[in-house]
C-alpha cells in the first residue's frame, strides 16, 4: 500500500509513504486534540480522505484549496491532496473575505476545506479506504501559492512535483533532519512551515501542531514535547525573547530555530542568540524558489562576518549575480540575484508574458540585489526596484537599515526613496524605537552619515510605532513610504501601489 509507484517519478507524497513502511508505530504528529497520532494512523486517515476527494473530483491535477488554522485535519487534508493526485492551493484564514476571494477566482479549486468538522466527517466516512494511485509526471503542478513580495500585487507561483521534491531534499540534507526530531509547527502551515512537513516525516521525525503562536504556548510545546526544531518568522521570534514567559522556559532540547520571511537586524539575531541559544539557523528563498536557496546552519550564524548573510547555496540551486544586462559578475559585485535549477518554480499560472520575464535562459531573476563573496556566502542589499538613486549614486537600503539597526534604540527600521527636486530621491527612515528608549532623528542621521557617509545618510527619519507588513511577515518598505509619503509623491516614483 505504501511506497514509490512502480517505474515512476518519485512523487512527494512517497516521501511520507517511505516512513510508514519503514516504522508505521513511531509517532508521526505530538500535541493535536488527537493526542498522539502514529505513521499508520496518519496514513489510514490520509488515505480515507484521499478517498473523499477523489469522490468529489475525480480528475487528477485538479486542485484543492485549504483554509484551515495549524491543526491536525489541516495538516491531513494537505497530504490528502498530495495522496490523490491534487494540486493544493493554500488559503490563509488570516486573509480578508475579499483576498480569497481573488485567490480563489485565480487558482479555481474545485474542492474548498475550511471546516475541521467536515474533514472529520469525510475520513469517517472513506475510512479503510485507500485512494486509486495516480501516476504525474514531475513536471506537473503540486503547489500553487501565492508569492508575498515587498511590492506589487501577489502572484499564483506554479511549483512543480519536482520543485517540492527538490525543496524537501535541500531542507532534509542542509540541516541534517533526524528520526528524533521534532518539529514545532506555529508559523502558519499556509506560509513557510509548510516547508517543513514532508523533509520531517521522510526522516521519521515528529510534528506538533500549535494554533495559537504567542509565546506561553510556544514555551509549553517545547517543554512538553521536547521540541527540536521550529521555523519561524522573525516576529514570533521577537516575541518570545520580549516574552516574561522566557525566564521559565525550558529551552535544552532546541537545536534548530531557523528563520526566514524577513531579514534579522545583526543585534536581534545576538538577542535571540543569548535568550534561545546558539541555535539560530537561516534560509532564504522566494515563493518561485521555495525557502532553500541559500542557508545557514548556528555554527555559521555565530561568526561576526556573517550576521548579515543568508548563507551559502544549498544543494538544489546554481546562484548567481548578474548586471542589468544579464551579464554575470565576479565575487563581491553588487546586482540581482539569480537562481537556476530544479528549485525553480514551473511559473505564473495563466501569465506567461510575466514568466517568461521571470525565467530568462533557464534562470530566475529574483528582483533582489545581493553580492557573493569569496567565501560563497551571499548578502541581500534590497529589492532592484527599491534601490534609491540620489545626486547620481546608487543606495542600497539594506546597508542603511544594517547601519541603523546598529544603534541601541533602534528596534527596527526601513529605508526607501522619496522623490526629491535636487537630489532625484532622498534617503528617508522609518524607526520603531525601543521600548523605554529615546533618540532624535537628528542624532540617527548623525549616525548613519559617520559609518556610510552624507550621501546615504538619510534626510529625513519618521518615528513610527510599527512597520507594516505583507503576509508573509516581512516589512514592505513599499507599504511604510505610502504610508507616511503623499500620495502624488509616491506615485511619481514609481507607479506603484501598496502591497
Same mark, same amino acid.
Given at each position: 500500500m505504501w511506497g514509490p509507484l512502480e517505474g515512476a517519478a518519485l512523487q512527494p507524497i512517497e516521501r511520507f509513504y517511505l516512513s510508514v513502511a519503514r516504522n508505521p508505530d513511531a509517532v508521526a504528529v505530538a500535541g493535536s486534540a488527537r493526542g498522539a497520532v502514529t505513521y499508520g494512523q496518519l496514513a489510514r486517515e490520509t488515505a480515507a480522505l484521499a478517498c473523499a476527494f477523489q469522490e468529489l473530483d475525480a480528475g487528477a491535477g485538479s486542485r484543492v484549496g485549504i483554509s484551515l488554522a495549524n491543526n491536525y485535519e489541516h495538516l491531513v487534508a494537505l497530504l490528502a491532496t498530495y495522496a490523490a493526485g491534487k494540486?493544493?492551493?493554500? *488559503?490563509?484564514?488570516?486573509? /480578508?473575505?475579499?483576498?480569497?476571494?481573488?485567490?480563489?477566482?485565480?487558482?479555481?479549486?474545485?474542492? *474548498?476545506?475550511?471546516?475541521? /468538522?467536515?474533514?472529520?466527517?469525510m475520513i469517517a466516512g472513506c475510512a479503510g479506504r485507500v485512494p486509486t494511485a495516480v501516476e504525474r509526471d514531475a513536471e506537473d503542478a503540486q503547489i500553487i501559492k501565492f508569492s508575498g513580495g515587498s511590492t506589487g500585487t501577489p502572484k499564483p507561483v506554479v511549483q512543480s512535483q519536482r520543485c517540492v521534491n527538490a525543496q524537501a531534499d535541500g531542507l532534509r540534507d542542509f540541516f541534517a533532519f533526524r528520526a528524533d526530531d521534532v518539529n514545532l509547527i506555529a508559523a502558519p502551515l499556509t506560509h513557510g512551515a509548510s516547508c517543513f512537513v514532508l523533509p520531517i516525516l521522510e526522516v521519521g521525525g515528529t510534528h506538533v501542531l500549535v494554533e495559537t503562536a504567542n509565546p506561553t504556548v510556544v514555551f509549553d510545546a517545547i517543554a512538553a514535547h521536547g521540541v527540536t526544531t521550529m521555523y519561524a518568522p522573525p516576529t514570533l521570534l521577537y516575541s518570545m525573547i520580549e516574552s516574561d514567559e522566557l525566564t521559565r522556559a525550558h529551552l535544552s532540547s532546541l537545536r534548530h530555530v531557523i528563520y526566514s520571511a524577513a531579514p534579522m537586524p545583526p543585534q536581534r539575531i545576538r538577542d535571540c542568540q543569548r535568550a534561545l541559544g546558539p541555535v539560530i539557523e537561516t534560509a532564504y528563498g522566494q515563493v518561485e524558489a521555495p525557502q532553500i536557496i541559500t542557508a545557514m546552519r548556528a555554527h555559521e550564524l555565530v561568526l561576526d562576518e556573517n550576521l548579515t548573510s543568508v548563507g551559502r547555496a544549498s544543494s538544489v540551486v546554481n546562484i548567481g549575480i548578474v548586471s542589468a544586462d544579464g551579464a554575470l559578475l565576479p565575487t563581491g559585485e553588487i546586482g540581482e540575484i539569480v537562481v537556476s535549477g530544479p528549485l525553480l518554480m514551473t511559473g505564473y499560472l495563466d501569465r506567461d508574458d510575466e514568466t517568461a520575464r521571470a525565467i530568462v535562459d533557464g534562470w530566475l531573476r529574483t528582483g533582489d540585489l545581493g553580492m557573493i563573496d569569496d567565501r560563497g556566502y551571499l548578502f541581500i542589499r534590497g529589492r532592484l526596484r527599491e534601490v534609491i538613486n540620489t545626486g547620481g549614486f546608487k543606495v542600497y537600503p539594506a546597508d542603511v537599515e544594517a547601519s541603523l539597526a546598529k544603534h541601541r534604540a533602534v528596534e527596527e527600521c526601513a529605508v526607501f526613496g522619496v522623490p526629491d527636486p535636487k537630489w532625484g530621491e532622498a534617503v528617508n527612515a522609518a524607526v520603531v524605537r525601543r521600548s523605554g528608549m529615546s533618540v532624535e532623528a537628528e542624532s540617527l542621521i548623525a549616525w548613519v552619515k559617520a559609518e556610510l557617509g552624507s550621501v546615504k545618510a538619510p534626510k529625513r527619519v519618521y518615528f513610527v510605532d510599527h512597520l507594516e507588513r505583507n503576509a508573509a511577515g516581512k516589512v514592505s518598505r513599499a507599504t511604510v513610504r505610502h504610508s507616511l509619503i503623499p500620495k502624488t509623491l509616491t506615485e511619481k516614483r514609481t507607479g506603484e501601489r501598496p502591497s
Open positions: 494540486v493544493w492551493v493554500p *488559503l490563509s484564514p488570516r486573509n /480578508a473575505r475579499a483576498e480569497l476571494d481573488a485567490m480563489i477566482a485565480a487558482t479555481r479549486p474545485s474542492i *474548498l476545506v475550511d471546516d475541521p /468538522a467536515k474533514v472529520r466527517a
